[in-house]
């Protein structure tokens, strides 16, 4: 019997792979159907560019290269950075690739019985399910309807190639959505962009000169979600007043967010794409489909517009959680019964989900990495999982605030959390969460960059289980902090509002 088997070899499947080896588990298999590394940027749409930056999304001890904390990865350039990591880790030897499963059941000593299409099974004590969440499409009913034009996922979407001079739909708001409905705007006769409520909270890549993610700093981030609305009308004030079309058209969709903590009560769509799109090539906002007639090539919005000759719709309306392998009563999973997204009360520390936590803000790379690292802990024994109801309880109360948080969202993406609370309530369980204090009299340097630079992983790696410190002071001595804008102004204002001194704000609840 093996000690630990992580299905998945995506980000998700690296790290949890390199976490238990370096918590002294020599027998790990990470299992992986295809032949390679990448996970889901291994097949996605050809000009895909991370809606993270670098800086955000590097796991917390391996540095990205000296110029590149701006930067936004290409999906090759991910790529290559991963398998530096898994070279570096010697990841590479752990992973069978090639390997589908295609069931896994529970044995009655709590083990698990993994088949793999044409090998014998594999028996292991720990399992990590690291198979992403972007494995089965979403589609709204009436694509039934659809007999005439031609629909895609998302998913399979490749380039606009076959879309020159053509009128085309976009479903949905998110990240993909709105690059793809830049690309295909460039090329299509005619692009609309149907939206059920808004495109959360857009946020350009880049500010100025750089990458605008720094600015989910502590320096903001740390203030009560109640500020979020106040912190939107600064954010939406300082956009208009650039005067700049595209600004505008970003203007024009955040103002679509009437949540009651407005950036803070939504999901971040981290790309100019779509306001770009609406200012320089006409791509259009309707509201959600209604009406489906000619087999698709007219439809009907709820705002009233009509669209004629409709050629072809490409929804972007996400993904179901559905792992086919597992046992009929985990395959659907609800990330919000999960303890910390992760583990499932009943199943305690035999099973782990690792990739169920979609931050609304930051990087979902710092967030699976963190979630390796407590599961490492945890099969290891270094810590002990609570009591299933005591795990119940709590999950019940996240599951809670998230929902009074997040409001809508929480339930159209229930794997969704606010990256800052997420990533501290973590960490706090793990014993890892930053000494700010310390380095506020120590190394005031530091703090400053611990404060105002990007809240990504390597903080967490400053001292507690798992602490690499002197390579993590290496690399946050190189990352860089906000210039003096208006995010960290409106901090600022939020703190003379809510008059709390920093260290104690730094681990809400
Ligand atoms: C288009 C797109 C862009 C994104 N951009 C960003 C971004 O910029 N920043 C960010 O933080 N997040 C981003 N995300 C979200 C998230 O970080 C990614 O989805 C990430 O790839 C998730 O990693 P993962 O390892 O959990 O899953 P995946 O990347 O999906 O990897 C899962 C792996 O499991 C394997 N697998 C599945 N089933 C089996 C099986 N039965 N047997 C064996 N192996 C199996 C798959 O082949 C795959 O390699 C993006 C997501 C998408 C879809």
Redesign the pocket.
């Known amino acids: 019997m093996l000690d630990c088997v992580v ?7 690296l790290v949890s792979t390199k976490e238990l080896l370096e918590r002294g588990f020599s027998d790990v298999l990470c ?4 032949s390679s590394i990448g ?3 291994a097949n ?1 749409y050809d000009e ?1 560019e ?3 930056s670098a800086v955000f ?1 590097m796991f917390s001890d391996f540095w990205i290269g000296d110029g590149n904390a701006h930067k936004f990865w290409s999906k090759s350039e991910v790529i290559q950075y991963w398998t530096d990591y898994a070279k570096h880790f010697d990841i590479f030897q752990k992973i069978r690739f090639g ?3 295609t069931s896994v059941n529970q044995n009655e000593d709590g083990s698990w019985k993994i088949q793999i299409a044409d090998e014998a099974d594999i028996i292991c004590k720990h399992l990590v399910l ?6 089965e499409p979403r589609l709204p009913e009436w694509t039934t309807k659809l007999t005439s034009v031609e629909y895609i996922h998302a998913k399979n979407y490749k380039n606009p190639d076959n879309l020159i001079g053509k009128r085309v739909l976009i479903v949905g708001g998110g ?2 959505a709105s690059d793809i409905a830049l690309e295909v705007s460039k090329v299509a006769k005619q692009c609309w962009v149907s939206l059920r409520r808004s495109t959360g909270w857009v946020t350009p890549r880049i500010r100025g000169k750089q990458a605008a993610d720094i600015a989910t700093h502590r320096g903001a981030w740390m203030l009560p979600r109640s500020y979020g609305a106040k912190l939107s009308k600064l954010i939406i004030k300082s956009d208009k007043a650039a005067n700049d079309p595209t600004l505008d058209a970003l203007v024009d969709l955040n103002e679509r967010v009437t949540e009651k903590h407005g950036i803070w009560g939504t999901y971040g769509t981290k790309t100019i794409a779509l306001p770009e799109a609406m200012a320089k090539y006409g791509c259009k906002i309707i509201g959600e489909i209604d009406v489906v007639e000619n087999g698709g090539h007219d439809l009907k919005s709820s705002c009233g517009a009509e669209l004629a000759d409709v050629d072809a719709i490409i929804f972007c309306t996400g993904y179901k959680t559905y792992i086919p ?1 597992l046992p009929k009563h985990l395959r659907e999973i609800d990330a919000r019964r999960l303890y910390k997204h992760i583990f499932l009360p009943s199943l305690g520390d035999r099973i782990a989900w690792v ?1 169920l936590a979609r931050p609304a803000f930051g ?3 710092p967030i ?1 990495e963190m979630q390796a690292r407590y599961c490492s802990h945890v099969f290891s024994n270094e810590l002990k999982l609570p009591d299933p109801e005591s795990m119940d309880k709590t999950t019940k109360q996240d599951a809670h605030n998230y929902n009074d948080q997040f409001e809508h969202s929480a339930t159209s993406i229930p794997s969704l959390v606010d990256y800052f609370i997420y990533m501290n309530s973590v960490a706090r369980i793990i014993g890892c969460t930053p000494p700010i204090y310390r380095y506020l009299l120590t190394r005031p340097g530091i703090w400053l960059k611990l404060i105002y630079g990007p809240m990504q992983g390597t903080q967490f790696r400053l001292r507690g289980r798992g602490a690499k410190t002197d390579t993590a002071l290496a690399i946050i001595k190189k990352i860089p902090v906000s210039t003096f804008n208006h995010v960290v102004k409106a901090g600022l204002i939020g703190r003379l509002k809510f008059a709390l001194p920093l260290p104690r704000r730094a681990n809400p609840k």
């Open positions: 299905i998945g070899a995506g980000p998700g499947g299992l992986e159907k295809s996970g889901v940027f996605s895909l991370l809606t993270s999304s390997a589908n499963v690291a198979v992403g969440n972007n494995n990240e993909s392998f990739g990087s979902q790379f699976m």
